[in-house]
């Protein structure tokens, strides 16, 4: 029997996750109910032996997920799955196959997939995904329940009752091309959402090969990896104690010290979210650095995100990739206005202009309209890095390429997320902050 975490309803009762099977092979279907059948919180309540009578099934019955076995002869799972995403978005897909080919994960996540398992499936394997894929989906599954209910969008869970009550946005930036340069647009970001009044925290998500500890020249012997462990019983005040701070003020959670210790990271896939969701009331604004692997920490990440800073180069391969990631964004039922579509290393030599992608093509093939076009300059990139600064911060002069492109996307950020009443209120509260400070030191 499996030794996961069993999900509880708040009355303490176990929490009952609801299956649907949809495999052309009656045997795999057997097998995969028997596995299942041992676990308390897991239960079967259908089959499907064609993907027709397996989307049938998932309007009917309404199950939390789904099991979709990707080749079946009358309309495989690739179409199943588009069908069922749309008809059923309360439901959660786990797509299945005998071959573990990328081309094949990568269709299974554009028709709506939300993992992706090998036959032949151990246990232990069977139950963490379940489980993983329903917690990660629960949010989504209230937001349309409560959209049919009519009722307000609940995505964003409570904040944790210790912390200050601040806005607590998390703005993820991504792109899945290497070499992207989404650190430096990062940490240029969470540097130019510092304004007054507004708390900052800089998260390095990039769990193998992360670089804002390089970047910014810090050290310290506390990660992220410290606090997976007991990530349901974390204690926001020893966070505080385990982040980093820059010498701008900027709060850092770095992430794990050595490729090998992503693994810690990465076991409990939602935990990162956890934690992020838990100190979020400590701050206005989490920003969150990540790799190009498209995995289920980053989409938690991506699912709790307020904006999601989406990077192209304009590169034929990016381009293409941007568009993958695009079509996701849009199974996922993000909106549209949760991704912001950045173009960096812009080329403003007329010779590197002929070899690039025009902007406005990649508008075009996108579909979507470019919020920030930041121009190529490595060396004004290595003098930061070399002083150890964010770029935004490397110069006095906000004026000059590329500092006031990124900051110019910092403040559409700042400024999408923060309607005025809010930025009025945090003065206000920073204001009396520092009058009670002046009265207590009789100025």
């Known amino acids: ?22 495999d052309d092979i009656p045997e795999t279907r057997e097998n995969i109910k028997k596995m299942i059948a041992f676990e308390p919180d897991l239960k079967v309540i259908g089959a499907a032996g064609t993907g027709r009578e397996g989307v049938a099934l998932a309007k009917e019955l309404k199950p939390n997920i789904i099991i979709m076995d990707i080749n079946m002869p009358d309309m495989d799972g690739i179409q199943a799955t588009t069908l069922i995403t749309e008809s059923v978005p309360t439901t959660a897909v786990i797509m299945m196959s005998v071959q573990n080919d ?15 398992l090998t036959k032949p499936i151990g246990m232990e394997e069977l139950y963490n995904t379940i489980r993983t894929v329903h917690i990660r989906n629960k949010p989504i599954a209230a937001q349309y329940a409560a959209v049919v209910a009519g009722g307000l969008d609940i995505r964003r869970a ?10 607590g946005h998390i703005v993820v930036v991504y792109s899945p091309q290497g070499g992207a340069g989404t650190t430096t647009i990062a940490t240029s ?3 130019g959402l510092m304004k007054e009044g507004i708390k900052v925290l800089l998260v390095d998500a990039d769990l193998q090969f992360g670089d804002i500890g390089a970047l910014l020249n ?11 462990p007991d990530v349901d019983d974390m204690d926001v005040e020893l966070f505080e104690k ?54 289920d920490v980053l989409l938690s990440l991506m699912d709790m995100a307020s904006r999601v800073i989406l990077v192209c180069t304009p590169t034929l391969p990016c381009v293409k990739n941007v568009r993958f990631v695009l079509d996701l964004f849009d199974k996922l039922n993000y909106p549209a206005d949760k991704v912001m579509l950045v173009l960096n290393r812009n080329p403003e030599d007329r010779n590197l202009k002929k070899l690039a992608i025009p902007p406005e093509k990649i508008e075009q093939y996108l579909k979507r309209p470019i919020v920030g076009k930041i121009p190529t300059d490595e ?12 770029v935004v911060a490397s110069e006095r002069d906000k004026t000059k390429s590329p500092i006031k492109e990124l900051l110019d996307i910092s403040n559409r950020v700042h400024h999408s997320l923060m309607p005025a009443e809010e930025e009025v209120a945090v003065e206000a509260d920073d204001k009396k902050k520092r009058s009670g400070l002046s009265l207590r030191l009789g100025r």
């Open 379 to 390: 060396m004004f990139v290595w003098r930061a890095v070399q002083r150890a600064v964010p």
């Open 242 to 295: 385990l982040v980093t701070p820059h010498d701008s003020g900027l709060k850092v959670l770095l992430g794990p010290s050595r490729p090998e210790y992503a693994e810690e990271v990465q076991r409990s896939p939602d935990a990162l979210s956890k934690i992020l969701q838990k100190v979020s009331g400590n701050y206005d604004y989490i920003v969150v650095d990540t790799s190009t692997h498209l995995d």
């Open 102 to 116: 990328p081309d094949y994960l990568r269709r299974a996540m554009l028709a709506g997939a939300r993992n992706f």
């Open 1 to 22: 029997m499996s030794k996961s975490a069993t999900p509880a309803k708040p009355s303490g009762e176990p929490e009952i996750i609801t299956i649907l099977l949809v």
């Open 158 to 167: 409570p904040a944790d009752p210790t912390s200050e009550g601040r806005a």
């Open 189 to 191: 970001v969470a540097s």
């Open 218 to 228: 810090l050290q310290s012997q506390s990660t992220m990896v410290e606090l997976v």
